[in-house]
T-cell receptor, first 111, second 114 residues
Framework: ELKVEQNPLFLSMQEGKNYTIYCNYS?????LYWYRQDPGKSLESLFV?????AVKQEGRLMASLDTKARLSTLHITAAVHDLSATYFC???????????FGTGTRLKVLA | DTGVSQDPRHKITKRGQNVTFRCDPI?????LYWYRQTLGQGPEFLTY????????KSRLLSDRFSAERPKGSFSTLEIQRTEQGDSAMYLC????????????FGQGTRLTVV
């Protein structure tokens, strides 16, 4: 069964600092998604990573995918308060169209 | 608004009652998913449809849960004889058919069983 793990689970960081969130998954997949969720809200799509070595950037966030290591990273550059949210990675299980979500990383950026 | 629409947004029900939620996907999206999310957890897969066909249902889903997508457009999720453990956010998502598409989520229905 496909398992998706994120770390850290909680992250408190100062504005202006950099940090990386990690997403590991247990079986073969070549599609990985990052979503953002604000408290009480639904999920907002951030990045779609479809191949080994894929890198996507939007503003202060950059996501990458290494399918051989079964690892994706979400890098935050010069964090600002507006980035405070919970971030989920989701992996599509090969042979199905089922999205399996990670445990989430709750990010709090302190002013 | 052309996004995924869910109704109702909030539902409070007494234990033992039946509830039904509705999801209207993005127009022309063939796939429709239902997920459940409890506080502090990631969304948990419940079931998904390709057009009107229900292709997979989670083994964790009890027989009290049933979902339909009768004409391949909107979908309903029914929970019979609700229990307090059913309290959660129920999320619907839709996507186009194909290997490289992404799922778009609705605002969710928050169920509270008292």
């Amino acid at each position: 069964e496909l398992k998706v793990e994120q770390n850290p689970l909680f992250l408190s960081m100062q504005e202006g600092k950099n940090y990386t969130i990690y997403c590991n998954y247990s079986t073969t997949s070549d599609r990985l998604y990052w979503y953002r969720q604000d408290p009480g809200k639904s999920l907002e799509s951030l990045f779609v990573l479809l191949s080994n070595g894929a890198v996507k950037q939007e503003g202060r966030l950059m996501a990458s995918l290494d399918t051989k290591a079964r690892l994706s990273t979400l890098h935050i550059t010069a964090a600002v308060h507006d980035l405070s949210a919970t971030y989920f990675c989701a992996v599509v299980w090969a042979g199905t169209y089922k999205y399996i979500f990670g445990t989430g990383t709750r990010l709090k950026v302190l002013a | 608004d052309t996004g995924v629409s869910q109704d109702p947004r909030h539902k409070i029900t007494k234990r033992g009652q039946n509830v039904t939620f509705r999801c209207d996907p993005i127009s022309e999206h063939n796939r429709l998913y239902w997920y459940r999310q409890t506080l502090g957890q990631g969304p948990e897969f419940l079931t998904y449809f390709q057009n009107e066909a229900q292709l997979e249902k989670s083994r964790l889903l009890s027989d009290r849960f049933s979902a339909e997508r009768p004409k391949g457009s909107f979908s309903t999720l029914e929970i019979q004889r609700t229990e307090q453990g059913d309290s959660a956010m129920y999320l619907c998502a839709s996507s186009l058919w194909g290997p490289n598409t992404e799922a778009f989520f609705g605002q969710g229905t928050r169920l509270t069983v008292v």
